[in-house]
T-cell receptor
Framework: AQSVSQHNHHVILSEAASLELGCNYS??????LFWYVQYPGQHLQLLLK????DPLVKGIKGFEAEFIKSKFSFNLRKPSVQWSDTAEYFC???????????WGAGTKLIIKP | DAGVIQSPRHEVTEMGQEVTLRCKPI?????LFWYRQTMMRGLELLIY????????DSGMPEDRFSAKMPNASFSTLKIQPSEPRDSAVYFC?????????????FGAGTRLSVL
């Protein structure tokens, strides 16, 4: 069965620190990959997505993610975080042959001002 | 488009009462998803529909939960009878393979408190 693993449940950083959130999935076929963000008290919003092409994907608010097929990974990065990046981040995957999204458990990111 | 619209935004009820949550998907989207989010269990998929037909309801916790989609623009999630452990935020999301390439768009959620 497909699964998505997010390495850290909680991450605390200071402003201007660099960020990398890990995401690994288990599925041997072709996949679509997503990162969603949920700001405090709000609904989930799409941060970035990978369908095909350049494995380095740029999203909103300075975020980017790199798809490494050989490692089954889709890690989220940001070179310099801001206090407003405090949120919960979810990685999600779906096999091209299956419409259902498989969600990671989420990583709560707290940025200290 | 106004996005996915959920109502009510907040619901407070007493144990044993029936609760109905409502969702209007984005026009043209043919997939609709109901999720539940709690601190303990995170984000859980309860059920999803394609073209108004339930495809996978394996995430529905028990028979007290039921979901319907009578037409392309409306879905309900009903809990009868409600219990305190049902307290959570319930999200509805919609998508379309053609229009949205499987990107799910979420509503603002309904925060349910069962006393």
């Amino acid at each position: 069965a497909q699964s998505v693993s997010q390495h850290n449940h909680h991450v605390i950083l200071s402003e201007a620190a660099s960020l990398e959130l890990g995401c690994n999935y288990s599925y041997g076929g072709t996949v679509n990959l997503f990162w969603y963000v949920q700001y405090p008290g709000q609904h989930l919003q799409l941060l970035l997505k990978y369908f095909s092409g350049d494995p380095l994907v740029k999203g909103i608010k300075g975020f980017e993610a790199e798809f490494i097929k050989s490692k089954f990974s889709f890690n989220l990065r940001k070179p310099s975080v801001q206090w407003s990046d405090t949120a919960e981040y979810f990685c999600a995957v779906n096999a091209r042959s299956n419409y259902q999204l498989i969600w990671g458990a989420g990583t709560k990111l707290i940025i200290k001002p | 488009d106004a996005g996915v619209i959920q109502s009510p935004r907040h619901e407070v009820t007493e144990m044993g009462q029936e609760v109905t949550l409502r969702c209007k998907p984005i026009s043209g989207h043919d997939y609709l998803f109901w999720y539940r989010q709690t601190m303990m269990r995170g984000l859980e998929l309860l059920i999803y529909f394609n073209n108004n037909v339930p495809i996978d309801d394996s995430g529905m916790p028990e028979d007290r939960f039921s979901a319907k989609m009578p037409n392309a623009s409306f879905s309900t999630l009903k809990i009868q009878p409600s219990e305190p452990r049902d307290s959570a935020v319930y999200f509805c999301a919609s998508s379309s393979l053609d229009l949205a390439k499987n990107i799910q768009y979420f509503g603002a959620g309904t925060r349910l408190s069962v006393l």
